[in-house]
């Protein structure tokens, strides 16, 4: 806890974004890409997000935290267009505590205007503190982003709170399969109709289906034909 203060008063010295490359399964090209936050101390070593992650977001340096990804995302987006016009787009991990400052659709609106970007070019993910029971509260907030092009995903699919409720709830433009969930469809082909229902579902609510985890050919395969919008993994 006192290493992630420091680092924060340090101008978040050891924290780092790593990319994830986002790939349209039928052109196979990457127009977007994943930020994932990663902390490192030279006493600790590199830190895994399932143990830093509660800290921030118990202590509510998730706030701070949360603004210097986004700022360092969009900044990337920006820097990446120079080199490849055709990308498009960064996704941000969100936690509810986010949500919940006075002033972070501002923040948000002000960063992309401070990179001449538009609202496309971020995605907000929905992490696993966005519970069900908070989502219907900021139903109208998530339409405001969406009115100004901002996207939302809900993120691990399958797992925990990311339930059809929440579709329910939000106006999810993507919907993303947990890689576990990716992975069994792959090990167990009789649960694969419940991928079927699942890209159904995506399809008739337009809503674009993003499977993680998927990191063979056995796996690209079956989820492109399943009809999985994009890949991650």
């Known amino acids: 806890r ?11 010295e ?4 790593f990319y994830q490359p986002i790939v349209h399964s039928e052109e196979k090209i990457c127009e977007s890409a994943e930020a994932l936050l990663r902390f490192h101390t030279p006493e600790l070593g ?19 935290v949360g603004a210097w990804v986004i700022e360092k995302a969009m900044e990337t987006v920006k820097e990446w267009q120079t080199i490849n016009p055709d990308f498009k787009q960064i996704h941000v991990n969100v936690s509810t505590i ?5 002033g972070f659709k501002k923040f948000v609106f002000d960063t992309l205007k401070k990179y001449s970007l538009p609202g496309s070019a971020l995605v907000l993910e929905l992490t696993e503190s966005c519970r069900v029971k908070s989502t ?6 998530f339409e405001e982003f969406k009115r100004h092009g901002v996207m939302t995903a809900l993120d691990d699919f399958g797992t925990g709170y990311a339930s059809l409720i929440v579709l329910c709830d939000i106006p999810v433009d993507i919907l993303k399969l947990d890689l576990q969930l990716t992975q069994n469809f792959v090990k167990h082909p009789q649960h694969r109709a419940i991928l079927k229902l699942v890209a159904d579902l995506c ?8 499977a993680e985890g998927v990191e063979t050919e056995e796996s690209l395969s079956l989820m492109k034909n399943a009809g999985a919008d994009l890949i991650q993994g």
């Open 203 to 210: 399809k008739n609510g337009k809503i674009r289906l993003c």
């Open 14 to 17: 050891g924290f780092e974004l």
């Open 2 to 12: 006192e290493a992630i203060k420091k680092s924060i008063r340090n101008h978040f």
């Open 46 to 64: 590199m830190v895994s997000p399932m143990d830093f992650i509660p800290i921030l977001e118990t202590s509510k340096d998730i706030i701070s």
């Open 136 to 141: 219907e509260e900021f139903a109208e907030l």
């Open 98 to 102: 986010q949500f919940h400052v006075p």
